[in-house]
């Protein structure tokens, strides 16, 4: 079992940041790719950023150069850094191990105009 927590949302005026947490314990040593996903209201789940276990990164044409996911294996944490916010980016943001159904509980970020 894996045991994800998020934290870092809050609300924050158009063109702040952010920096999200999420922080795995339990059987970590099974976890490996990790994502970061949102949801606005009334959409489907969409994987925003992912880090794999060797530190490749991918991202939604719609955050790059704004958002950047990194990892700390030490303290078993993956980070979210959103800069130059916008009101679209509004939503719940969720981790997941991206090999293995792990899901956090969700952080909500919003964002004014």
């Known amino acids: 079992q894996v045991q994800l927590v998020e934290s870092g949302g809050g609300l924050v005026q158009a063109g702040g940041s952010l920096r999200l947490a999420c922080a795995a314990s339990?059987?970590?040593?099974?976890?490996?790719?990790v994502g970061w996903f949102r949801q606005a209201g009334g959409r489907g789940r969409e994987l925003v950023a992912r880090?794999?276990?060797?530190?490749?990164?991918n991202y939604v044409d719609s955050v790059k150069g704004r958002f950047t996911i990194s990892r700390d294996n030490a303290k078993n944490t993956v980070y979210l850094q959103m800069n130059s916010l916008k009101p679209e980016d509004t939503a719940v943001y969720y981790c997941?191990?991206?090999?293995?159904?792990?899901w956090g509980q969700g952080t909500q970020v919003t964002v004014s105009s």
């Open positions: 997941k191990t991206l090999y293995l159904n792990y």
């Open positions: 880090i794999t276990s060797g530190g490749i990164t």
């Open positions: 339990g059987q970590t040593d099974i976890v490996s790719a």
